[in-house]
């Protein structure tokens, strides 16, 4: 069955930098899309970024445009997450998403158990 791992998520201060990963496995990683979703207390899932099966085609949320860059590595199964200049309102729990399709536009159907990325000094 689907298999997805989020690491790498901890405290930082504001304007540092983290790098989530995301380790899949029991599917054919390279054929579908990927994504990040946050949630911060009391607030909606939002996405984040998402990645085409082949990574030629990223998008983001505006709120992160600039700062932070989706990428995979089809050969290790992997998605990255590289967060820089980070800030308080980044603050949420970080979910990696499988899409149901090899395009950005999702559906995403298929979560991790997220990790805890806390902005703050």
């Known amino acids: 069955q689907v298999q997805l791992v989020e690491s790498g998520g901890g405290l930082v201060q504001p304007g540092g930098s983290l790098r989530l990963s995301c380790t899949a496995s029991?599917?054919?990683?390279?054929?579908?899309?990927m994504s990040w979703y946050r949630q911060a207390t009391g607030k909606e899932r939002e996405l984040v970024a998402a990645?085409?099966?082949?990574?030629?085609?990223?998008k983001y949320v505006d709120s992160v445009k600039g700062r932070f860059t989706i990428s995979r590595d089809n050969a290790k199964n992997m998605a990255y997450l590289q967060m820089n200049s980070l800030k308080p309102e980044d603050t949420a729990v970080y979910y990696c998403?499988?899409?149901?399709?090899?395009?950005?536009?999702?559906?995403?159907?298929?979560w991790g158990q997220g990790t805890q990325v806390t902005v703050s000094s």
């Open positions: 998403a499988k899409g149901n399709t090899a395009f950005t536009s999702g559906p995403f159907g298929s």
């Open positions: 029991g599917f054919i990683f390279s054929r579908y899309s």
């Open positions: 990645i085409s099966s082949g990574g030629a085609i990223t």
